[in-house]
Every structure is written in structure tokens, then in C-alpha cells.
T-cell receptor
Framework: AQSVTQLGSHVSVSEGALVLLRCNYS??????LFWYVQYPNQGLQLLLK??????LVKGINGFEAEFKKSETSFHLTKPSAHMSDAAEYFC????????????FGTGTRLAVRP | DADVTQTPRNRITKTGKRIMLECSQT?????MYWYRQDPGLGLRLIYY???????NKGEISDGYSVSRQAQAKFSLSLESAIPNQTALYFC???????????FGDGTRLSIL
């Protein structure tokens, strides 16, 4: 069965600083990987997805993630944090053998300091 | 209008009551899902449906049931609510296998 681990339940950065949110996955077959963002009182919104076409994936709002098979990682980055980036971020994985079932990480709450 | 609409947005009820949470979508997707979100646990899959006649249990289906009334409607029921079912519930849709899922804004359910 597939799984994801998000390191750090809370991350705090200064406005303008690099954002790095960590995600490691476990899967015996090639995975599909996703990052979602959740703003207060809202549902999850897709930031980006990896589907094996390219290892560096660009998403919305200036975020990107790099798939590294050797490290089983799919970390999310943004060069310069904005106040509006404060939210909770979820990494998720699915594999062909699981059909559509997404397995989510436990989430990382990002705080951005002025 | 939202593509995935959940009703109600908030509900407070008592132990033992029957509750139905509703989800409707205008995206035309065949696949629909119900998740619950608990602090520190992320989202966990309760039930999912690939079409009107195909309903499947997720990892935490005990105490829940679902009904897929039409392609656009998927409801979640708690037959006899208990306090540990207090959570944030999300409905989601997708158009195909391993495709991104689209989420509603959630129903915050409190069971006293």
C-alpha cells in the first residue's frame, strides 16, 4: 500500500523567504503525486500534480515540486513567500493499482511572518 | 456557483441521531468521494463511487453509509451518530483514474 509522510506539521517563514515543505512517499509501483492547499473554511485546492511526464512540476501561485525517485521525495517549494501563502498544505499519492484512492499526508501548516 | 456543493456547511446534533450530508456537483464527473478530516490526521477516505451503480468502501467506512442518487449527487449518512464522528467532512469529484480531485468546501459536523 502507498503512503506519504510530511515532515513538520508547522512551518514558519518570513515574507520573502524560501518556502520548503517536505513530502516523502512510499510506493512499490510508480506513483502519482499531488500537492493540495487548504485555506481556512475552504476545501482543498490542487496546487500541482506529478504524473511521470517531467520530474520538475510547476503549479499555481508560484509553487513547484521536484520528483526524486532515488530519495522517494516530492518536496514543495516557492522562492519567495507571500502573506497569502499562509494555509495548510497536503501531499497525496495514488497508484494505478489503487484505482482512484488518494492517500493523504497529515498536512503542514505554513505561517508567514511579516 | 461552486462546482462541488456540500450541504449543510455546519451541523450540530446529538448522539444517536441520524444525519445526512449531501453533495452535488456540476462538473459532470463520474467519480465521487467522501472524506473526513481530523486535526493531525489529514484526510481519510470513507466511501467512493465510480458511477451510480458502483459504490466502494474506503478505509474508515464503519458507522457510515452512502447513496449515489444520480451522477451529480452523492450523500453520506450517519445512521446513529456518535461523538467520535465529530469532524470536517469533504466531498470530492474526479473525471478519471488517478486524476486530481475537486473538493467542496466541507461540512463541519459536531456530535454532542
Amino acid at each position: 500500500a502507498q503512503s506519504v509522510t510530511q515532515l513538520g506539521s508547522h512551518v514558519s517563514v518570513s515574507e520573502g523567504a524560501l518556502v520548503l515543505l517536505r513530502c516523502n512517499y512510499s510506493s512499490s509501483v510508480p506513483p502519482y503525486l499531488f500537492w493540495y492547499v487548504q485555506y481556512p473554511n475552504q476545501g482543498l485546492q490542487l496546487l500541482l500534480k506529478y504524473t511521470s511526464a517531467a520530474t520538475l512540476v510547476k503549479g499555481i501561485n508560484g509553487f513547484e515540486a521536484e520528483f526524486k525517485k532515488s530519495e522517494t521525495s516530492f518536496h514543495l517549494t516557492k522562492p519567495s513567500a507571500h502573506m497569502s501563502d499562509a494555509a495548510e498544505y497536503f501531499c497525496a499519492v495514488s497508484v494505478r493499482s489503487s484505482g482512484d484512492k488518494l492517500t493523504f499526508g497529515t498536512g503542514t501548516r505554513l505561517a508567514v511572518r511579516p | 456557483d461552486a462546482d462541488v456543493t456540500q450541504t449543510p456547511r455546519n451541523r450540530i446534533t446529538k448522539t444517536g441521531k441520524r444525519i445526512m450530508l449531501e453533495c452535488s456537483q456540476t462538473k459532470g464527473h463520474d467519480r465521487m468521494y467522501w472524506y473526513r478530516q481530523d486535526p493531525g490526521l489529514g484526510l481519510r477516505l470513507i466511501y467512493y463511487s465510480f458511477d451510480v451503480k458502483d459504490i466502494n468502501k474506503g478505509e474508515i467506512s464503519d458507522g457510515y453509509s452512502v447513496s449515489r442518487q444520480a451522477q451529480a449527487k452523492f450523500s453520506l449518512s450517519l445512521e446513529s451518530a456518535i461523538p467520535n464522528q465529530t469532524a470536517l467532512y469533504f466531498c470530492a469529484t474526479s473525471w478519471g483514474q488517478n486524476q486530481p480531485q475537486h473538493f467542496g468546501d466541507g461540512t463541519r459536523l459536531s456530535i454532542l
